[in-house]
C-alpha cells in the first residue's frame, strides 16, 4: 500500500516538473507552437454577393486538408472548397458562423496535426458607401438641431473648411449647409492658387492677373445657402509662387525692387478683396490678411519675433505685415464694405509666441495715424489655429491641461481691443479605440464648455470657431502630411459621415 503511494507521488512529481520546465522554457519548440489560422476573424458578407475566406500557413509548412463547415446554411453557404480558401456567399441578414478543421504539416516534422479555426460570419444587404453617406446625412440634419444655430446663441459663428473637390458632393453640402454658418477653402483662395503666371506675364501693365473660377465656385456654393465665407489668405509666405516676387514673373529672372513689389502687392489685395466683394456682396465676413509670420524659434531682438526667410520680409521689409494691413484695410474702407481683418497663426495659445503675436498686432495697430491722429485700427481680430494635440503622434493629444491655456490666450487678445477666432481646428486623435474615441469626445465637451463660458459676458469677444478636423479618414497612412496634420480619428463625423460621441457632446454643450 505504502509502495503504491510514493510510487504514485513520485509519479505526481516528476510530471509537476514537467510541466513547470514546459512553463518556463516552452513546452513545445517555437517551430510546434505555429498554427495556421484564418485570414479573418470576424467577417460581414454581403447577400448575394460571395467573400473569400483563406487559411494561411503563418509559420507551418504545409496545408494538408482543410474541412468547411458552417452552422447556418440559410444564412452564408460555402462553395470552392479548396485546402486554403473557401467562398462565402450571402443568403439572408443574420449572423452565424464557419468552421475550418485544418490538417497541416510543421516545419522538420511528416507528422500531421490538426487544428479547428473559426471565423463569425454577418450577412447582410449590400448599402454603398455613398448610400450610407445619404442616410447618415439624413439622421444628422433630421435627427439634430442645427449646431450652427445653437452656437449663435452663445454669440459665435460655427465654421468648417471646404474645397473645390467637395463642390461636386452632395452629402458633404447637405451636411455642411445644414449645420455651418461660416466657410473657409483650404487652397482656394491663397496667392499660388488664385495668380495666373501665365497671363501675369503677358499683362501689358505688369500687374498680376488672377483666375478666380475655383475659388468662385465656392462662392456660389456658400450665397446660394447663406453661409458666410472667412477669407483665407492673403498673404501666407508658404504655399507660394517664387516667380510672383521676380521680373516678368520668370522664374528665371532676378527678384524685383520693393518698389515694385509694393505695387503689385497693393494691387493683388485690392484686386482680390474688391473681386469678391462686388461679385458676393457681404458673404466675405473677414480675410487673414496675413498668415503665421512669427517664427517658432528666437530670430534676434525683434518683439514681433517675425520670420525673415521669406521674400515677403525680404523684398518688401520687416515691415511688410504692417504694410500688407494698411493695403487691406484701405480697400475695405474704399469699398465700405463689413470686412474683418485677422492675423491669424498656430501655436496662438502658447505663452511664448502668444505674446509675440501680441506684439506683432499691437505693431500693426500703431503703424499709421488717420486725420485726427489716431492710430487706425487696421487689424480686428487674432485668428488661433486649432490644431491641438500632437502632430503626427498620440503622444500629447486630448491633454485637458490645454484647454486653460487656450482660454488665457482668447482672453489675452480680447483684453488688447481684439476679436478672436479658433480657426483651423482639429482635435488630433491617431487612435480609433473605443477608449480613445470616449476621451476625444470628453475632450470636445470641455473645448466648448470652455468657448461658451468665455462669451458669457457682455462682450462676446470669441466670434467663431471652425473645426477643420471634421471628419474621421482612416485610409490616411502614418507619415503623410493630412495624418500628421488632423490625425485620422480628430472628427466630429465618422468616415461615412456618421455623427460620433464628439459631435453628440459638442451638440449638448452648445443647446
Ligand atoms: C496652415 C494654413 C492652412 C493649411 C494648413 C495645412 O495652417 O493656414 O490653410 O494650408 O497649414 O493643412
Redesign the pocket.
Known amino acids: 500500500m505504502g509502495k503504491t503511494r510514493n510510487r504514485v507521488v513520485a509519479f505526481f512529481l516528476a510530471m509537476c516538473m514537467l510541466l513547470s520546465v514546459g512553463a518556463v522554457f516552452g513546452s513545445q519548440p517555437a517551430e510546434a507552437a505555429k498554427k495556421p489560422k484564418l485570414s479573418a476573424k470576424k467577417m460581414t458578407v454581403y447577400i448575394g454577393k460571395t467573400k473569400t475566406l483563406k487559411v494561411k500557413k503563418n509559420g507551418t509548412k504545409t496545408i494538408v486538408k482543410t474541412s468547411w463547415k458552417v452552422s447556418n446554411k440559410k444564412i452564408v453557404t460555402l462553395s470552392k472548397k479548396k485546402k486554403t480558401s473557401v467562398k462565402l456567399k450571402g443568403k439572408k441578414t443574420g449572423s452565424t458562423k464557419v468552421k475550418a478543421v485544418v490538417r497541416y504539416r510543421r516545419k522538420g516534422t511528416k507528422k500531421v496535426y490538426k487544428t479547428t479555426l473559426t471565423c463569425k460570419l454577418k450577412a447582410e444587404v449590400y448599402v454603398s458607401p455613398a448610400a450610407k453617406k445619404k442616410a447618415n446625412v439624413k439622421k444628422a440634419t433630421t435627427q439634430y438641431s442645427s449646431l450652427a444655430k445653437l452656437a449663435e446663441k452663445h454669440g459665435m459663428k460655427l465654421g468648417t473648411v471646404v474645397n473645390y473637390g467637395y463642390m461636386s458632393d452632395t452629402n458633404y453640402k447637405n451636411l455642411v449647409k445644414y449645420h455651418f454658418n461660416s466657410l473657409?477653402a483650404?487652397?482656394e483662395f491663397?496667392a499660388y492658387s488664385l495668380l495666373d503666371q501665365q497671363k501675369s506675364a503677358q499683362n501689358k501693365d505688369g500687374m498680376p492677373v488672377m483666375n478666380y473660377a475655383m475659388a468662385d465656385a465656392i462662392m456660389d456654393f456658400a450665397k446660394a445657402n447663406g453661409i458666410k465665407i472667412r477669407g483665407?489668405?492673403l498673404v501666407?509666405h508658404?504655399?507660394m509662387s517664387d516667380w510672383f516676387f521676380r521680373e516678368g514673373y520668370d522664374q528665371d529672372k532676378k527678384y524685383v525692387s520693393k518698389a515694385v513689389m509694393q505695387k503689385r502687392l497693393k494691387y493683388y489685395i485690392q484686386d482680390v478683396i474688391t473681386h469678391f466683394e462686388k461679385k458676393y456682396p457681404g458673404v466675405i465676413y473677414c480675410w487673414?490678411v496675413v498668415?503665421?509670420a512669427v517664427a517658432d524659434s528666437s530670430v534676434g531682438n525683434d518683439k514681433r519675433n517675425l520670420r525673415t526667410d521669406n521674400q515677403f520680409y525680404q523684398i518688401l521689409g520687416s515691415d511688410y505685415v504692417e504694410q500688407t494691413f494698411l493695403y487691406a484695410k484701405d480697400v475695405v474702407e474704399d469699398l465700405g464694405a463689413d470686412i474683418k481683418l485677422y492675423y491669424?497663426d498656430?501655436n496662438a495659445f502658447f505663452a511664448a509666441k502668444r505674446e509675440e503675436i501680441c506684439n506683432l498686432a499691437t505693431s500693426i495697430n500703431s503703424y499709421v495715424k488717420d486725420d485726427s491722429g489716431q492710430y487706425r485700427k487696421l487689424c480686428d481680430g487674432i485668428g488661433m489655429?486649432g490644431?491641438i494635440g500632437g502632430y503626427g503622434t498620440q503622444t500629447g493629444c486630448m491633454n485637458e491641461a490645454q484647454i486653460p491655456l487656450i482660454k488665457t490666450a482668447i482672453e489675452k487678445y480680447a483684453s488688447l481691443g481684439f476679436e478672436v477666432q479658433v480657426?483651423?481646428m482639429a482635435v488630433r486623435n491617431y487612435s480609433g479605440s473605443t477608449k480613445n474615441m470616449k476621451t476625444h469626445a470628453e475632450f470636445y465637451k470641455k473645448l466648448f464648455q470652455m468657448f461658451i463660458g468665455i462669451n458669457t459676458g457682455e462682450d462676446k469677444p470669441l466670434k467663431a470657431v471652425s473645426i477643420?478636423g471634421l471628419f474621421d479618414d482612416p485610409t490616411l497612412t502614418q507619415g503623410s502630411?493630412?495624418y500628421s496634420?488632423?490625425g485620422p480619428y480628430c472628427g466630429l463625423f465618422d468616415e461615412l459621415y456618421g455623427v460620433k460621441d464628439s459631435f453628440k457632446n459638442v451638440y449638448s454643450v452648445l443647446k
Do not use: P, R, S
Open positions: 473657409t483650404g487652397n491663397k483665407h489668405v501666407w508658404a504655399y487673414d498668415n503665421e491669424n498656430y489655429q490644431y480657426t483651423e477643420w502630411y493630412g496634420m488632423n
